[in-house]
């Protein structure tokens, strides 16, 4: 990939949906898949196959994913536009079942992320820990951050920051 593409790959991210609340549950189970598979990569390997991945989970439909099998998981573990890793395909797997039962109980994934809210980042960690696979402090942190839940995503003399800091609900806006 090119420099002048590398740079526009990360400034559409940076700019347009890194810490930004995201509304639709199957799109937030889009960025948990994403976060988990970066553990261990660069953030850039995983948006170069943002799309790979959206086509080899359904484009992130939690239900579709839930119901996934064996043939499904061998088709992933086969697939060379996402990452090949057992325990992260496991994961997103599992999680898109607990996701349902969330839903079931909260009425969506987001509302069970709002009745959270606020916790500290230790809070968050051992909350994601319990509820879900493969879901470690780096992981955690990065996926509340990039949707809003935690600061930090962009510092106050970043350009994007005020405008980062108008799309969340007014019950972040203090944090």
């Not at 536009?81 to 325990?87: A, F, P, Q, V």
């Not at 069970?112 to 879901?135: A, M, N, Q, S």
């Amino acid at each position: 990939m090119a420099p002048a593409d590398r740079k526009a790959l990360h400034k559409r991210y940076h700019d347009d949906h890194y810490g930004f609340p995201i509304h639709d549950d199957n799109e937030l189970f889009g960025r948990l898949i994403m976060e988990i598979n970066q553990a261990g990569l660069s953030w850039e390997t995983i948006l170069k196959k943002e799309e790979s991945f959206r086509k080899a989970y359904s484009n992130f439909n939690i239900k579709k994913v839930a119901a996934y099998g064996d043939k499904d998981f061998e088709r992933l573990m086969n697939d060379p536009g996402i990452i090949r890793n057992r325990l992260k395909i496991n994961a997103a797997i599992e999680n898109a079942k607990t996701i349902i039962q969330l839903q079931k109980e909260f009425g969506s994934f987001e509302n069970w992320l709002t009745h959270h809210h606020p916790k500290t980042k230790e809070e968050w960690v051992k909350l994601f820990k319990k509820t879900f696979r493969f879901t470690g402090g780096e992981i955690v942190n990065e996926f509340l951050m990039s949707i809003g839940y935690l600061n930090g995503a962009h510092d106050e003399s970043c350009h994007i920051y005020k405008k980062a800091l108008k799309a969340k609900p007014m019950w972040h806006s203090n944090e």
